[in-house]
């Protein structure tokens, strides 16, 4: 069984065939999705959805391009939907200069502010890191988050990110980036990973793996994540691969260790 640690299952993409493609992505084997909440209104939908679904799990969270909309009552409802029975982590939020949607001094304050709600919360984190790594470690640490723990998510660092992340006792989770034919070196990284600290996931409708490049992503092709892993990783197959970090996603977010098969809604 598989586990996509990081989607956007209320993403506008999926309004035309969202119940056909968690369908899909059942019947190839995943066991449970984390939908991830960026501002907001997707945190909200995050939880409806994990309402709705036996087997979907939310995080909440304000990503970094999004701080600038953050109000006054934002983080008294974040605080509210983080303490819904299925939000198993707090994200995805951190910084990213790559197009400083936010002015990056925001970025680094509300960065600062959500890692306090997370441990007020004891909530895991969602990293996200983007042309900033440095800055995101140094707040990390700053910030003590190795309290609460967390991953990097869609990692695409270099080998000194993930040697940070492993010393801050994070997680490192792989997409469909380790697929491309240009990441020799994310998959270089990808192979110093102790085998208890990775995760798999889509960030779907993004960052589709090959061979699908330029089709819409979705949660059934984790399992290609998780074959490419397999294939930098000797004396382990993609089923491995799926069972130990399908292990590892229920150990981080306190999964239950299976999960219902129905829809509730």
């Known amino acids: ?30 066991d449970r999705f984390v939908t991830i909440g960026c501002d907001l209104a997707t945190s909200r939908a995050a939880v409806e959805l994990a309402d709705r679904y036996p087997f979907v799990y939310a995080s909440v969270g304000v ?17 509210r939907l983080a ?8 994200g995805e939020i951190g910084l990213d200069y ?36 440095e800055d995101t470690v140094r707040i990390l640490k700053e ?3 190795s ?10 660092g270099d080998a000194w990110l993930a040697k940070e992340s492993l010393d801050l006792g994070f997680h490192v989770s792989f997409s469909g980036i380790l697929t491309f034919r240009n990441a020799t070196a994310l998959r270089d990284v990808a192979r110093t990973v102790p085998a208890d600290r990775l995760l798999i996931e ?23 994540v998780a074959q490419k892993l397999a294939e930098l990783t000797p004396g382990r197959s993609a089923g491995d691969i799926g069972e130990l970090t399908s292990e590892n996603a229920r150990r981080l ?13």
């Not at 819904?84 to 707090?90: G, I, L, R, T």
């Not at 977010?253 to 809604?265: I, R, Y």
Request: aromatic share 8%.
């Open 143 to 145: 910030e003590q988050a």
């Open 253 to 265: 977010f306190n999964l239950p260790a299976s999960s219902p098969a129905k829809a509730t809604g």
């Open 83 to 90: 303490r819904h029975q299925k939000v198993v982590a707090y």
């Open 202 to 224: 889509t960030d779907c409708p993004y960052l589709t793996p090959a061979p699908h490049r330029g089709t819409r992503n979705e949660p059934a092709y984790v399992s290609l």
């Open 1 to 30: 069984m598989l586990i996509d640690t990081h989607s956007h299952l209320d993403d506008a993409r999926f309004d035309q065939d969202r119940e056909a493609m968690i369908q899909r992505a059942r019947a190839a084997g995943l």
């Open 147 to 156: 309290a609460v723990g967390g991953v990097f998510h869609c990692f695409g």
């Open 98 to 133: 790559h197009y400083n949607h936010s002015p990056p001094k925001d970025q680094r304050e509300r960065f600062r502010e959500q890692i306090a709600l997370a441990k007020e919360l004891r909530l895991p984190l969602v990293i996200h890191t983007r042309e900033a790594q």
């Open 63 to 79: 990503h970094p391009p999004e701080v600038r909309h953050i109000g006054d009552d934002w983080y008294d409802e974040l605080r």
